[in-house]
């Protein structure tokens, strides 16, 4: 009952799935899933795209609560609602520094099940992984890489019960995004017509891993030995961007960020 005496007090109607206020006379909605998914951990959405789709504008680009499958719990994640972001509904999965070796591609970051630093739910240069990474089914990446204050993006049409399922085993996986695409991550990045090896654990002729997601050139017409290689989680000293060894082209490295819907 809401009276003078129950006044400021907060109660959860599981029949109606909402959260309510007193306000010592009325009962007052405060949060309802139907209106409001995501805002609380008692309404998580599905995804970030399932949330920008039930509530449009009225979903800001921030943070989410989501619970992608029902035996897992809900858990907080940046969620990218811009409509000029490829349409929007983008679910963070992971945060990288080129400059450090978190994310290298032999690193256990791509092949364990641990969060890292999953408070950071935004943009932030802070490296970080969440459960998103194999919890959340995908059919598309949106990769980001910052260099000098600009990130620069791309999508790229995958389907995976999970990124983790996608990359861990490190098998290749081949994309056929091209290496005009792949270089806008990279202005001026220049990577050669031959070998163009691209996609998911990318390897060389001799299965040499060289990124767990990205693309492979070379100035000769094979895959022996690449003479540039762009994408995330590489085994070199820098673990994400671009690294060439062509005068064309300089080294870059770069803050990844891999979002996925």
Request: aromatic share 10%.
């Amino acid at each position: 009952e809401c009276n003078n005496a129950t006044e400021a007090s907060i109660r959860y109607s599981e029949s109606d799935k909402e959260v309510l206020y007193c306000d010592g006379s009325n009962w007052i909605t405060v949060i309802s899933e139907s209106t409001r998914r995501g805002i609380h951990e008692l309404f998580p959405g599905v995804s970030c795209l399932e949330i920008h789709e039930s509530q449009g504008d009225s979903a800001p680009s921030g943070a989410y609560w989501i619970r992608p499958m029902p035996d897992f719990p809900a858990y907080q994640v940046y969620c990218d609602m811009n409509e000029e972001s490829d349409g929007g509904g983008w679910t963070l999965i992971m945060k990288m520094d080129g400059t450090k070796d978190t994310a290298t591609f032999y690193s256990s970051f791509w092949t364990d099940k641990k969060a890292l630093d999953s408070s950071s739910t935004d943009l932030s240069e802070t490296e970080s992984k969440f459960n998103s990474y194999y919890t959340l089914p995908i059919t598309e990446l949106r990769l980001g890489m910052k260099i000098n204050g600009v990130i620069n993006w791309i999508a790229v049409p995958v389907s995976a019960t999970s990124l983790f399922d996608l990359v861990a085993n490190g098998q290749f996986q081949e994309t056929t995004l091209g290496d005009t695409e792949w270089e806008k991550l990279v202005p001026l990045s220049d990577i050669p017509s031959f070998c163009n090896a691209e996609g998911f654990n990318v390897q060389d002729d001799f299965y040499v891993k060289h990124a767990r997601i990205g693309i492979i050139g070379n100035n000769d017409s094979d895959c022996s030995n690449p003479s540039h290689r762009l994408g995330f989680g590489m085994p070199t000293s820098i673990t994400t961007g671009l690294v060439s060894t062509d005068l064309r082209s300089s080294s870059t490295a770069a803050f990844g960020y891999i979002l996925a819907r």
